[in-house]
């Protein structure tokens, strides 16, 4: 069941499972507009896995580009590349990469929000 928690002026800070304490709550059904909008504004998705970013690399069709691009780099970004456990967003090596690849910056918010979904 979700909840809506909201300040003292009213607005609403977050939707909970459960009633948080010291906070007003109220409960809202599923089907209710206002939860529906509010559940479908995703947070920009900041990281992501090695495995969902090479995932996503693969079905965009990109990842043999990236590596081409990877093998020209330095030592560093290529021990990145094949041994990071996490991909960060805003990282330089991302910036640099996502720019060699011709990528604006709301396809880069595109492509972590869709990596993350895998």
């Given at each position: ?15 909970f ?70 991909f ?31």
């Amino acid at each position: 069941m979700p909840y809506v928690s909201r300040s003292t002026d009213s607005k609403i800070d977050g939707l909970f499972e459960q009633p948080q304490p010291g906070t007003a709550e109220e409960f809202l059904l599923d089907d209710d507009p206002a939860v529906i909008a509010f559940m479908t504004v995703s947070p920009k998705v900041s990281s992501v896995s090695a495995r969902q970013f090479r995932l996503m690399l693969r079905r965009s069709g990109l990842l043999d580009a990236v590596k081409a691009w990877v093998a020209q780099q330095d030592g560093e970004t290529q021990d990145a590349f094949e041994y990071s456990g996490t991909f960060v967003k805003d990282s330089p090596m991302m910036a640099a990469g996502f720019a060699a690849m011709g990528f604006a910056s709301q396809q880069i918010d595109q492509f972590f929000a869709a990596a993350a979904s895998l």
